[in-house]
């Protein structure tokens, strides 16, 4: 079996950004400054606001049901926040803020008023990261994390459910439904039975989705994967706007210039930086075992 610290690691959100912008993709996912030789992550309040949603629920999958709401949703919510908050979250003032905290706080109290899936069983896939080789040969591996697996008693299967935090719904073209639709069959042991969105800013309820097919799904991430393995080999990420770049890549290059605020080392040990509220938001676009619990 090839090394796996040497193979190419894709994902979601890095193919979401080779196809928007290989230059974006290179600095978000490649590039590493030479005097901290750490990668960069620019925040902004509205990656802000996903984080602190995603993680107060996302924490939820590893209790019990019985277990779930011992503590006030509002009160995980406070906690997760305050690690966001301020010029750590991208906010410059405090009406952009509280804004943004109100949001959040909104979609805590929609989930705790009709928790559908949350109050149920789920499964919860014991690797921190579930990924799989996608092509030994090609030295390619997938990895992902998913927000939500439902556990289906009646059928011993999965649904997937991926939170969203954002004001728009996720395009049909999304490459985000077969990536997971092919993880989560090969990091687990059971079907996948359903896929669902829950847009919390609007909905009480999830907007399930057409499974999409396994084989073709593996196709189309191949052609993607092949694609950014040789973009590395090659150490060729052009901007497909040009030299004067695009709304993707232009925020990282700001902080490659010097133009940004250093505030920090996030979770994964990236350094955080903070450009001015206009910058931020022309770049911003919205083998393992399982447990039930």
């Known amino acids: 079996m090839p090394d796996k610290f040497a193979a190419t690691w894709v994902s979601h959100s890095s193919m979401s950004d080779y ?5 974006a993709y290179y600095l978000k996912n490649v590039y590493k400054d030479p005097k901290t030789s750490s990668k960069i992550q620019i925040m902004s309040p509205a990656l802000a606001l996903g984080q602190a949603v995603h993680e107060t629920l996302e924490a939820l999958s590893v209790l019990r049901v019985e277990e779930r ?3 006030p949703l509002p009160e995980r919510f406070a906690k997760n926040w305050e690690k966001i908050s301020g010029k750590k979250g991208g906010f410059f003032d405090e009406q952009t803020e509280r804004k943004y905290r109100r949001r959040g706080e909104e ?7 009709h928790p559908g899936p949350i109050k149920r069983k789920a499964v919860k896939i ?13 030295e390619i591996i997938l990895c992902g994390k998913i927000d939500w697996l439902e556990y289906l008693a009646d059928e011993d299967a999965v649904h997937i459910i991926d939170f969203k935090t954002g004001k728009s719904k996720e395009s049909d073209d999304s490459m985000q439904l077969p990536i997971y639709h092919l993880l989560v069959s090969r990091c687990q042991g059971r079907e996948v ?11 009480n309820d999830l907007t399930e989705k057409e499974l999409p097919d396994l084989q073709k799904a593996e196709k189309d991430i191949m052609d993607v994967a092949r694609k950014i393995k040789l973009a590395r080999q090659l150490k ?7 030299a004067g770049g695009c709304r993707d890549c232009i925020p990282f290059e700001s902080v490659l210039k010097g133009d940004a605020e250093f505030v920090g080392k996030d979770g994964f040990g990236r350094d955080m930086y903070i450009l001015p509220f206009t910058k931020v938001e022309q770049g911003t676009t919205e083998g393992s075992e399982s447990i039930i619990l």
């Open 236 to 242: 060729k990420f052009d901007c497909p706007e040009g």
């Open 69 to 71: 709401f011992s503590t």
């Open 19 to 23: 196809l928007h912008c290989p230059r």
């Open 107 to 113: 979609m805590i109290a929609r989930v705790f008023n």
């Open 126 to 138: 014991i690797d921190d990261l579930p990924h799989f080789w996608l092509s030994e040969q090609d």
């Open 193 to 203: 039975a359903k896929a669902s969105y829950w847009y919390l800013e609007t909905d």
